[in-house]
């Protein structure tokens, strides 16, 4: 194994012993690898492919294979708790604890797994550790720099096409997720799928995203000195959601949410837009193309259009999958099924009018489902679930009907032969409303499920109890695609187009926020370790190469546009703070070669303010904190740095 390869395995424990004594950047993160369809994550086997000279270790008792060539095949199977490691077709370890490490001066692919149509190849380190307690099966991490890991993250996350600015607020918005506190993973810190942060690897990395990472080093979105939860979408609609309407608690007691972010809450793009709140205006607002910073989405307005048997069948699966979530009230059991549709009512909307409570009227029953995902899932259409909650629902009753009911009404016999009460309602004019299919062979009907083999059975029936006509059809029209908190992707697209820089976007999408570093703690040490915090400076004007805005007043959006550009080319200032709560004798620091020895007799404050914008450069800079010397072993001090405007 090489020399600079024992460094970063030392270096990765190390960080990670130092970041569960507080919240610090990961410089190196463990990724959790799913397979080719991202459905699983645990493993009885796997085949790695070299690209450079590599070695295997077993890190339980330090067995170790060296100089493995390029282009090699090593292939790993776990069988009652040991592995068993095969080298291009020959078995050269076997009995192995684990876990096993294997560490390349390349690339490391792997065989079965598929990203973008070929075997995965990942930078840095492969490790395999055992995940159940029988251990039969084994996680597959990636483990690698942070930085690295973000350049197979964001241009699957973002298209390059959105340009520099954009994939830079993607970057920064990536970095602060894969920052997040977290207790789901047990080997990990992330994983590769949608459920976390899409990553694929050196397969994904692109020349512009890259920079967006590189140039973007070290800097976070921060909300009171702390890292936010920094939460997107690919299409807002051009409203943005609460986070408590979409990931809040909900209480039962009082129907409402709580567990609010005050940097995630609901913004609009366009400023003369009057926020839509009675289901007439947002029919309206989701029939017609708003002008706002998405509008280029494909998915800015949508309609989805469901047969009512269809949605009825696919609502007899949905609504028990979200039950055993405790999503659907009553609990919908096994047994249960929605025959009859008559309604699709949202009963509670979020800011954005975002649907976070919908009730479904049907005349096998009546059932509400509560949040926005358990929503989605619910009115699935074929694989896929509803693009947002921003909708709402029209009933629809198709020509075919109407003429039925016509030419019943035109046949008094036959109406007086179905047994329909008259329509003694005063408040409907048109009496013809309730006559649909009125003949007695279309009143119900018990069909055989083509798709089971059981005796399970779906009922059709075309007229309620009181014979008025079910609808033919439900038509869903809406805005958006994903949950729709924080920022817009696609508006972060149409921003950075029109030269907007990255620190307007995000504080266009995260109220109240500031750019910065994270906190890093310095203490006394016995290694003379040195305290490092690596950070690019753009320029002082993060906008000064994106490129032009268009002045032309004849576009709607114009005076919101040169509001955010103007505030992209503010000047901007670099604050080092120092948390002097533990006031040590003496601290002494560079910002990259300028040296600093402050006495601290003479300051009491909480928190001390340098303006250190003199000492940068463009590009990387370097602020390094030697260890507090022999007299302050009991304290610790912690730095930033604030970027303000």
Request: proline share 4%; with cysteine; net charge positive.
């Amino acid at each position: 194994m090489k020399f600079a390869a024992y460094i970063l395995i030392i270096t990765a424990f190390f960080i990670n012993t130092l970041q569960t004594l507080g919240a610090e950047e990961k410089e190196v993160i463990r990724v959790g690898l799913s397979n080719s369809g991202f459905s699983s994550f645990e493993f009885s086997e796997t085949t790695i492919l070299t690209t450079a000279q590599s070695s295997l270790n077993d890190m339980a008792n330090g067995a170790q294979i060296k100089d493995i060539p390029a282009n090699t095949t090593i292939h790993i199977r776990i069988l009652n708790g040991q592995y068993n490691v095969t080298i291009n077709t020959k078995e050269v370890l076997k009995g192995a604890k684990g876990p096993i490490l294997i560490v390349s001066n390349g690339k490391l692919g792997l065989k079965n797994h598929s990203r973008q149509g070929s075997p995965a190849y990942y930078r840095g380190m492969i490790e395999l550790k055992t995940t159940d307690k029988n251990n039969q099966k084994f996680n597959i991490i990636n483990v690698l720099d942070t930085q690295t890991y973000l350049k197979g993250v964001v241009p699957k996350e973002m298209p390059v096409s959105f340009g520099l600015n954009a994939l830079k607020a993607q970057a920064i918005a990536a970095r602060n997720y894969a920052n997040r506190p977290q207790n789901v993973y047990k080997n990990y810190d992330i994983c590769d799928s949608t459920a976390c942060q899409v990553y694929y690897g050196a397969n994904g990395e692109n020349p512009l995203s890259d920079r967006a990472v590189d140039e973007t080093r070290g800097v976070f979105a921060l909300y009171n000195k702390e890292p936010i939860l920094a939460l997107y979408s690919s299409t807002a609609g051009g409203i943005t959601e609460d986070y408590e309407s979409v990931y809040g608690t909900f209480n039962p007691l009082n129907t409402t949410f709580y567990n609010s972010k005050p940097y995630l809450k609901s913004v609009k793009d366009n400023n003369s837009l009057e926020i839509p709140k009675s289901e007439e205006e947002l029919k309206k607002f989701y029939s017609n193309s708003v002008p706002s910073f998405d509008i280029k989405s494909p998915k800015h307005r949508w309609k989805v259009d469901f047969d009512r048997f269809e949605l009825e069948e696919t609502l007899s699966k949905t609504l028990r999958e979200q039950s055993l979530k405790s999503l659907v009230y009553p609990a919908f059991s096994e047994n249960d099924k929605v025959w009859g549709l008559e309604d699709i009512k949202v009963v509670k909307r979020g800011a954005s009018g975002k649907a976070i409570d919908v009730e479904i009227h049907a005349m096998s029953g009546t059932w509400r489902v509560k949040k926005e995902l358990g929503i989605r899932r619910v009115f699935k259409k074929g694989k896929s679930i509803l693009w947002s909650g921003n909708f709402v629902v029209e009933k629809n009753v198709s020509e075919k009907t109407a003429k039925t009911l016509e030419n019943t009404l035109s046949d008094t016999e036959n109406t007086k032969n179905t047994g329909i009460p008259e329509n003694k309602n005063p408040e409907n004019n048109n009496s013809k409303a309730i006559f649909t299919y009125s003949k007695p062979e279309n009143e119900g009907s018990i069909i055989k499920n083509p798709e089971t083999s059981n005796t399970e059975e779906i009922k059709k029936v075309y007229k309620n109890r009181l014979g008025m006509p079910l609808p033919d059809s439900f038509t869903f029209i809406g805005a958006g695609f994903g949950h729709g908190v924080g920022m817009s992707q696609y508006g972060a697209g149409y921003l950075s187009a029109n030269g907007v820089g990255y620190d307007a976007i995000l504080k266009h999408y995260y109220s109240g926020i500031t750019l910065g570093t994270m906190p890093k703690t310095v203490s006394y040490n016995n290694y003379n370790q040195n305290y490092v915090l690596n950070m690019y400076v753009d320029t002082l004007n993060t906008a000064a190469t994106s490129g032009g805005i268009s002045l032309s007043d004849k576009n709607p959006l114009h005076k919101e546009l040169l509001t955010l550009y103007n505030v992209s080319n503010q000047q901007s200032k670099y604050i080092l703070n120092i948390d002097n709560e533990k006031r040590p004798a003496g601290l002494e620091f560079y910002i990259n070669d300028f040296h600093f020895t402050p006495d601290m007799k003479g300051f009491f404050g909480k928190i001390l303010k340098m303006d250190i914008t003199k000492y940068l450069k463009k590009g990387e800079n370097t602020i390094t904190f030697m260890p507090l010397n022999a007299a302050d072993k009991d304290k610790t001090v912690s730095f930033w740095v604030e970027i303000e405007k």
